[in-house]
Every structure is written in C-alpha cells, then in structure tokens.
C-alpha cells in the first residue's frame, strides 16, 4: 500500500507541475509545428500526392510521435532538478521502495506525453486528415505505449548524470537522432542498405509505425497510397504486424524501467 501511495504521489505531483506552466505546455509544440508546416509543406510540393495522400499527412503522425517523444524524455529532467535542490535526497529517504518512485516519474510523464502529442490531433482537420473516435482511442493507446517508453528511457538516463548541463547535451545527442532515424519525417522503404539498417536498429521506429499504421486505418487509403508512403516495417524480409511493433516497444520500455530502477537504488 505504501508502494501504490508513493507512485500515486509522484504521478500528481508530474499532473500538477505540467498543469501550473501553461508556458511548458506552449513550447512543447513549437517544434513539431515547426515540423509539420514548414517541412510539411515545404517537402510536400517536391514529394506530390499519391492516392489522396501527400507528405503532409504523411508526416503528420511522425510529428505527433515526435511531440510524444520529446515531452516524455524531458519529462526526466526534474530528477536532475530535484537532485540539485536537495527533493530528491527527501524523496529517497522516505521509507518506501524506490522503485515506486520510478514507476510513478514514468507514469506522470507518460501521462503528460501522451497528453501532449493528443493535443497535436486538434491539427489533424487543418492538414486534411480525418479522425474517427476509433482512431482517436488507437492513437491514445499507441502515444501512451511510446511515452512510458521514452520516459523509462530518459529517467534511465537522468539517474546516471548529475548536473542539468550534462542532462541537455545527452538528450540533444540522443533524442535528434533517434527522431530523424525513426521513420517519422521520411519513408523507410527504398533506403541505402546502411540506413535501412539503422532505422531497424533504432527502438523508436517500432513505436512511431504502429502510430501510422492507426492513422492510415482511418483514411481509406488506396493501395497505390500504401505503396508510395507505406508504415509498416520490414525486418529480414518479413512485415511485422502493429502488435509485434507495439511488443518490441513493450519490451523496450521494461528493460529502460529496470535499468532505470537499478541506477535509483546504486547511484542516486
């Protein structure tokens, strides 16, 4: 019982933290809009239209994982915070498990990705992308799966740097390429051999494809379209279907969250 009040503590304390900074909130999507306007658009008079389906839409979920992706492994950096200031020393010698102060950082900051990226759906009109409740319940799911994900993932890396400056400057090292390696602004199919490789390499491309292949479900798309910009990915030959891309991502996100929990217990 301890164990589920000290996560339930943490995840509001995430909730209250996004809540109270409107300003967090804002600069959270300047990036992805960015993205999604100007390569959008830019990108979508070279690239053309297939089947009803131009870059724009295209792009449009990838920009939605990359709002997701970002705010989740931010979302880490207050440990950094609450190291400098002496929270986190308190936090650790409350006579709980450590390990539910894990599992709640990553709930509230998966909790606030995935509201995040749904925020970026309000677009999806603007750029003609039609969104059914269905589609809207799948992508939910498919944001929160991914953002525990990346969360794990940047509370894994928070517990192992102690300064905020050395925190940034992994993060930009990190999170850049992973997103531009990821499938999410460009087809994976018809790649060099060498990239194609490290896209299938990248953890993150198994949990931005699922993301569009939800998408795409909802826009009737023609074969023709799937052809020209398709979302599945292919390892070794085979098409993996959107519950084994989501079971490589389920396993990415457990494996983060133990390493994540052992740093908490040996270095914090």
Known sequence: ???????????????????????????????????????????????????????????????????????SIFSAVSIVWDREFGFLREMLVAPVPRWSLVVGKTAGGATVATGQGTIMLVLAPVIGVRLTALTVVGVVATEFVM????????????????????????MQLVLLPMIFLSGALFPLAGLPWWLDIITRLNPLTYAVAPLRSVVFEGQQLPPEALARFPSDVTVLGQTLTVWAELGITVVFAAVFLALAVRGFGRRL
């Open 147 to 170: 953002a525990v994900a990346l969360t794990a993932f940047g509370v894994f890396v928070a517990s192992r740097i102690t300064r905020m400056e050395g925190f940034q400057m992994v």
């Open 1 to 71: 019982m301890a164990a589920i009040g000290t996560i339930g503590m943490v995840w509001q304390r995430e909730l209250l933290r996004y809540v109270r900074t409107p300003s967090r909130i804002f600069t959270g999507l300047a990036q992805p809009l960015l993205f999604l306007f100007v390569l959008g658009y830019g990108m979508g008079s070279l690239v053309g239209a297939t089947g009803g389906l131009d870059f724009r839409k295209f792009v449009f979920p990838g920009i939605v994982a990359m709002s997701v992706v970002t705010t």
